[in-house]
């Protein structure tokens, strides 16, 4: 039985390491010359995860109690992923770069189709150089703004810790978003930012009762979470975008 536990610990912790982001941010250096255009492109796939977690519990422990609410898991899911739409996040991403840098930049900005469309987060965050596929595709002394999203999740916390012996339970949303800047002449990664409201947070929006939703309607309740990803993405790209530029 020990074995066992063991074999489970490292396998979960592997694939804990494994999912870990580079954080690491590049801050943007203004150079003299002109921007000829900056590029907006959404990058790689947009993916979804319902947990839930048990205060005090052990691994094994956690593992059985995912295992008994895996139907209530998997429905939660199911109301995130037709809750979110991404056309909206990019959408509203699109908005917020191109104010922030209409600001600093007097040029013209083009918004392209997303790139990479099944490439994971960090395959797509992490290296320092951008390849191009088709480098006349960008103009001369361009910028390249990428964005690309780390997993959205809802998270059933068995206790909610909204304040002293509060015991309650509780749903927590959140996700991360990450922001590439590339220099269109070298592929170099100019820029980098990243920001996550994590399972810790205590951000309006993201952690809310779990008997909050139970009396809504299936329609209700899915634009509760729509509403609730777009509020805590505003705040992530607004973060990410101060960490790059």
Same mark, same amino acid.
């Given at each position: 039985?020990?074995? /066992?536990?063991? /074999? %489970?610990?490292? +396998? ?49 422990? %956690?593992?059985? +109690? ?29 908005? /917020? ?36 596929? %088709? ?41 991360? %978003?990450? +922001? ?33 939703? @139970? ?13 609730? @990803? ?6 992530? +790209? ?8």
């Amino acid at each position: 039985m020990l074995n /066992i536990m063991r /074999i %489970i610990f490292f +396998i979960s912790f592997a694939y804990l390491l494994s999912a870990c982001t580079n954080t690491t941010s590049v801050k943007f250096q203004e150079t003299n010359k002109n921007i000829s255009r900056i590029y907006l492109i959404p990058t790689g796939k947009l993916e979804f995860d319902s947990l839930y977690t048990y205060d005090g519990a052990g691994l094994l422990d %956690i593992l059985v +109690i995912r295992a008994l609410r895996s139907e209530s898991i998997e429905n939660e899911l199911n109301t995130l992923r037709r809750a979110v739409s991404r056309k909206e996040l990019d959408r509203i991403n699109f908005d /917020i770069i191109k104010q922030k840098l209409s600001l600093i930049h007097n040029t013209k900005f083009e918004e392209l189709e997303v790139s990479l469309p099944e490439s994971d987060f960090n395959e797509w965050f992490n290296p320092k150089k951008k390849i191009f596929s %088709i480098i006349k595709k960008y103009e001369k002394d361009s910028l390249l703004i990428e964005f690309g999203y780390e997993e959205i999740y809802i998270q059933q916390k068995q206790r909610c810790s909204l304040g002293l012996f509060d015991l309650s339970r509780c749903n927590k949303m959140g996700g991360g %978003i990450g +922001i590439r800047v590339v220099d269109s002449n070298t592929g170099n990664i100019v820029g980098r930012g990243f920001y996550r409201n994590n399972l810790y947070d205590n951000m309006d929006g993201a952690k809310f009762p779990s008997n909050y939703t @139970v009396n809504m309607s299936d329609k209700e309740k899915t634009k509760f979470y729509s509403d609730t @990803v777009v509020k805590f993405m505003r705040q992530n +790209i607004k973060k990410a975008l101060d960490k790059a530029l």
